[in-house]
């Protein structure tokens, strides 16, 4: 499984350098085969001798040039970053990122080779509207997105349940995530206030194939059990 740690504006370098080593430390001593990602955030980026996968959390569609704020390729390049997160909820609603946007970013990562984990999910109101709707506005965030790109996996993150403490139903987590399968067959992750207490749970549903975690990733332990739970559930 895939499980991932989305850091966000949090962790120094030096912090983030300590974290990916108690990360690695755990899974090497445990001899976990699970797929590991952690997304610093960009001033903590470097030059990472580690087994676990290290991605950006955004990256400007350009190799370098003349945009303020922004980091290309080459600042990805300088650490071997071969992975980046496209389309977060806090990027689509905070920083205003449009969908036209996010298929740029999409297309010139994917044209690299890029690991994309790319991520979808419903505001409130549109869950609140009702199944077809809450639906009809997911599909419209994978709108000009390769679903079939080989190095693609969704996030499914109901904006609402980001940061919240709120989750949907375990049932409706494996009812979406089975609809989304048959819009692309690439992995998804489940993402929106996974815990140490629920992340097992989430994991053992139909159709999950990892989780994306934030808040309660940032306590190295809780990720760590939480990459120990993902092994526990291959081997049974
Ligand atoms: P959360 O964030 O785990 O704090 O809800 C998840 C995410 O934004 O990826």
Redesign the pocket.
């Known amino acids: 499984m895939i499980i991932a740690a989305?850091l966000?504006t949090n962790l120094t370098r030096k912090e983030t350098n300590e974290y990916l080593k108690e990360i690695e430390s755990f899974v090497t001593s445990k001899n976990l085969t699970q797929e590991v990602l952690v997304f610093p955030a960009m001033s903590s980026l470097d030059h990472n001798d580690t087994s676990i996968i290290v991605g950006a959390q955004n990256a400007y569609a350009t190799r370098d040039g003349a945009f303020t704020g922004e980091i290309g390729l080459v600042h990805l390049e300088e650490f071997a970053i071969k992975t980046v997160l496209i389309g977060?909820?806090?990027r689509r609603h905070i920083l205003g990122e449009t969908q036209e946007e996010l298929v740029k970013k999409f297309n010139y990562y994917k044209e690299l080779g890029f690991k994309i984990v790319y991520?979808v999910g419903e505001p409130l109101d549109k869950r609140e509207a009702g199944k077809s709707e809450m639906m009809e506005y997911i599909t419209s965030q994978y709108a000009g997105i390769d679903t079939e790109y080989e190095n693609l996996i969704i996030?499914y993150?109901p904006v609402w349940?980001?940061?919240?403490g709120l989750t949907p139903s375990l049932e409706d987590i494996e009812d979406i995530h089975t609809a989304l399968k048959a819009k692309s067959t690439a992995p998804i992750l489940y993402?929106?206030?996974?815990k140490v207490t629920n992340a097992k749970e989430v994991l053992a549903l139909k159709n999950v194939d990892g989780i994306?975690?934030?808040?309660?990733?940032l306590y190295g332990e809780h990720f760590c059990s939480m990459i120990a739970f993902a092994q526990e559930l291959e081997v049974q």
Do not use: M, R
């Not at 993402?191 to 996974?194: C, M």
């Not at 994306?212 to 990733?217: C, D, E, K, R």
């Open positions: 989305n966000k977060h909820s806090e991520c996030a993150e349940a980001i940061g919240t993402g929106g206030s996974v994306l975690v934030g808040s309660a990733a």
